[in-house]
């Protein structure tokens, strides 16, 4: 009786107030969607009663509110407070969908409108304002266990694009809490440099391909915000309508439109979150847990890389965190890659590799390198890391335990350049080259890892992940470059200050066609975060990793012809990997602003040398170098291992979130 | 006999609820609505459903001023009073006033204000069983938490 009151009197009422408290804390952030704020407005008290005991039961802040304007005043008041919101489409005060297209205007606040109507008119009005859901009464306690994907997806596209994997749902959180300063500042600096690549990449992807709606996000980043405001939405969609759902490209929307000041990556970018919509609501919504493959999935049909491009640059835009001058650099970066390098052919793999696909199709490169899986780890990667800002490299032991320092590094499969971490204690590069049979299953370990620095990959931190992504690594055959470079980029973007970078190399596996994978991934994620950590990497020995790992990426983008150079430099494992090592500090540095061609050598070096790099990382007095070798006999545990540790560090709740994803 | 008395309480709850289920009165939501009380709200079933029962009052006394007004015209008013009506009986699992009120619904949306009006008779009928079935099922509920002199959930 007591919230009845409340309601009555102040018709508003915050039964989670005490959650608040902790949710400033980083731990909440940790357990999302644990403690995600709500905000339910219905002139119907039974209904809100209702809605505030279920959303409490899914753990959520909720506040409720009878009136729509009171909400808004709410919501005005206290911007960034609010994760989502939770209309009721009829009310006396103010229309759902009045109230909807304010969100939608002032806060970008993912919100989902409920009515008693489900009848299909009404659910396309509701759309068409732009409702991220549509919630038929009664509701029930199933689907609101379920609205923290709308946060994440939110979060994800940035105000861009609608697909996000859920790494992004830290980052978003980030975003929109200011709440978690905490992990806002973290986030942000990992975000930085995923930002930056993903600007890249959209860059790439514009100049690429325009058939690509899905990335168009990257306008978000480039350009100031386009409002779509109910009447331009609908001009969009008679655009659509005219030209065919399939058939509708941005060019030809934004044709039909003939706005002023509109570009086609405005277009491209509302055309796809307009997809997605249709999509969830003919029920094929993807699922949020396969938030990130779907989203590459589709990306993965386009085969530019732009795509890839696209969907970081997005998802940086989302995040916000990615500062134009980073997105500027990786783009740089980013197109070099595309154009060249990869073709990720794999791309099957589904989610991971989605992204990488997508790369790979800007890069004709026949190498199949699949960059999209850098790139979305790195995107998820930041978007752990950074909330979690540090990654535990404890799991990983023995080589972390000794890195005390903070970096963590995480050697996955081979592993050799693991112990890099050192000193970016944070960011954790793992780099997996996976080759044909044994590669797939270091992809699989790179994969793993990949998601182990996002917090929606952590999930798959786990071996049965990673074997998942061994076998979308095996799907490449080609080598799987992409996906240890997206991670890098994650790490390194989320921890700036200490990147680990984990290059996990399968022993088995042809060091070469590994490496040479590498090198096409490793620039593309390498880039970002290389540039994020050349600030941040005071230390030589994770910077190695990185930097390596960076200036790879350099290369390969620019040089698609790197992917030779690699190979050759398998050869000359060990002693490269102690050169490598230095050079890659040094040219880290430099690359990131550069991207200079070094990388190949260090690719090459870093996998085949794995194990002697293991070594030389001892040499710098980490115990990485034995760890790594010792993971690289592990492979697939190791790996997981190491992704598990990662996760820990994480906070619980990224994990969960991913898992349940 | 304590304990008899407590145990045969509970049968009678559970018969009433399984004839109120069989006639279609109330259906699955309202089992929710049960699994949603626990001990932060003890008594969120009879709280909510006493919310309802107020709102409800409101709801059928302006529908049936709107059609008793001669002038009146305004179905798209109506329509928004039915669904609300409908919104929070299907929240609390009142299965049949909320097929009650997608015929009204439809009634209005026709502006068919013969068949709003027989609609609205129908509805008032039925709310009024619920309401008093519902207030039995408390009633044996209440006799039942003062009879085991502890309250627990209702297990379902």
């Known amino acids: 009786m007591a919230t009845v009151h409340k309601l009555q009197v102040s018709s508003l009422s915050t039964t989670a107030s005490s959650y608040g408290s902790s949710k400033a804390d980083g731990a909440v952030s940790d357990q999302f969607p644990v403690g995600m704020r709500v905000l339910v407005v219905d002139d119907d008290t039974t209904c809100l009663r209702i809605l505030e005991q279920m959303l409490r039961k899914c753990m959520y802040l909720v506040t409720t509110c009878c009136q729509a304007t009171v909400a808004l005043n709410l919501l005005r008041e206290r911007k960034g407070y609010f994760d989502v919101v ?12 009045k109230l909807l297209e304010l969100v939608g205007l002032e806060m970008d606040l993912p919100v989902i409108m409920m009515s008693a109507d489900g009848r299909t008119s009404a659910v396309m009005r509701g759309i068409k304002h732009g409702a991220c859901d549509y919630l038929i009464k009664p509701v029930r306690l199933e689907e609101l266990k379920n609205i923290w994907q709308h946060v994440v997806r939110k979060k994800w596209s940035g105000s861009k694009e609608p697909e996000q994997s859920g790494s992004m749902e830290e980052n978003d959180r980030h975003k929109q809490g200011g709440d978690d300063a905490e992990y806002a500042s973290s986030a942000n600096e990992g975000t930085d440099g995923s930002w930056k690549v993903q600007k890249k990449r959209k860059d790439t992807k514009d100049e690429e391909d325009d058939g690509e709606l899905e990335n168009d996000d990257p306008s978000a980043a480039k350009k100031p915000r386009v409002v779509w405001s109910v009447e331009l939405h609908q001009q969009f969609v008679s655009a659509v309508n005219q030209l065919g759902i399939d058939k509708a490209v941005p060019k030809r929307i934004l044709e039909l439109m003939n706005v002023p000041g509109l570009t086609r990556e405005n277009v491209a970018s509302h055309l796809q979150k307009f997809r997605l919509y249709l999509k969830r609501l003919s029920g094929v919504a993807q699922q949020q847990a396969g938030v990130p493959t779907p989203f590459y999935g589709s990306v993965d049909s386009n085969p530019k890389l732009g795509s890839l491009g696209r969907l970081d640059i997005q998802a940086l835009a989302a995040s916000g965190q990615i500062p134009p001058q980073t997105l500027a650099a990786l783009h740089a970066e980013v197109l070099g890659r595309p154009t060249g ?17 997508q790369s790979a199709k800007s890069i004709p490169s026949e190498r199949q390198v699949a960059f ?3 790139i979305v780890k790195c995107q998820s990667n930041i978007s752990k890391h950074f909330p979690q800002s540090h990654l535990s490299v404890e799991d990983f032991p023995s080589g972390f335990g000794s890195w005390p320092s903070n970096n963590l590094s995480t050697v996955s499969s081979l592993g050799s350049l693991g112990n890099l971490n050192t000193q970016n204690g944070n960011m954790l590069m793992q780099i997996f080259q996976q080759q044909q049979q044994q590669q797939s299953v270091v992809s699989e370990t790179s994969h793993g890892i990949n998601v182990q620095p996002s917090c929606l990959v952590v999930p798959s931190q786990s071996p049965a992940n990673f074997q998942a992504v061994n076998t979308s690594v095996s799907l490449n055959q080609n080598n799987t470059f992409s996906s240890t470079p997206v991670i890098d980029y994650g790490l390194l973007p989320s921890q700036s200050n200490s990147v680990s970078v984990g290059l996990s190399q399968v022993p088995d596996v042809d ?18 975060s290389v540039s994020s950590f050349s600030a941040t990497q005071a230390d030589n020995s994770t910077s190695w990793q990185v930097q390596n790992s960076a200036i790879n990426f350099s290369t390969a983008s620019k040089l698609p012809g790197l992917v030779p150079n690699m190979c050759e430099f398998q050869g000359s494992y060990s002693p490269r990997a102690g050169d490598l090592s230095n050079q890659g500090r040094s040219r880290n540095l430099g690359f990131v602003g550069k991207g200079t061609s070094i990388p190949s050598r260090f690719a090459v070096d870093d996998f085949e040398s794995s194990l002697d790099e293991l070594s030389y990382l001892k040499t ?3 115990n990485n170098g034995d760890r790594v070798k010792q993971e690289s006999n592990l492979d697939f545990t190791e790996n997981a291992r190491v992704g598990i540790p990662v996760l ?8 969960m979130s991913v898992l349940s994803k | 006999m304590l304990g008899w008395g407590v145990e045969r309480l509970r049968a009678d709850m559970n018969r009433l609820l399984a004839l109120l289920f069989h006639q279609g009165v109330l259906d699955e939501q309202f089992l ?25 009052e409101k709801l059928l006394r302006n529908l049936r001023e709107l059609l008793m007004d001669k002038e009146f015209s305004d179905y798209k008013k109506m329509g928004m009073h039915v669904n609300h009506f409908m919104g929070s009986s299907s929240s609390i699992g009142a299965k049949r006033v909320r097929s009650v009120c997608v015929a009204f619904r439809a009634a209005s949306e026709q502006n068919n204000r013969a068949g709003c009006l027989r609609a609205l008779e129908v509805l008032e009928h039925e709310y009024c069983y619920l309401k008093n079935k519902l207030h039995e099922l408390f009633q044996i509920e209440q006799q039942r938490v003062m009879a085991s002199g502890v309250r627990y959930p209702i297990q379902n």
Do not use: A, C
């Not at chain 1, 390098?341 to 696909?357: A, C, G, I, R």
């Open chain 1, 86 to 97: 939770i209309s009721d489409v009829h009310m006396p005060d103010m229309d759902g969908f």
């Open chain 1, 511 to 528: 060091f070469k066609n590994s490496d040479v994978l590498n090198g096409y991934s490793i620039p593309v994620s390498l880039s970002p």
């Open chain 1, 372 to 374: 999209g899986q850098p």
């Open chain 1, 620 to 622: 710098s007095g980490d």
């Open chain 1, 341 to 357: 390098t990869l073709v990720l052919p794999s791309m099957d793999k589904p989610v991971l590799f989605q992204t990488s696909l």
């Open chain 1, 648 to 655: 820990q560090h994480y906070s619980p709740n990224d994990l």
């Open chain 2, 32 to 56: 929710q609505l049960q699994q949603l009380q626990d001990e932060s709200s003890p008594n969120f079933v009879s709280e909510v459903v006493s919310i309802y029962f107020r709102e409800s």
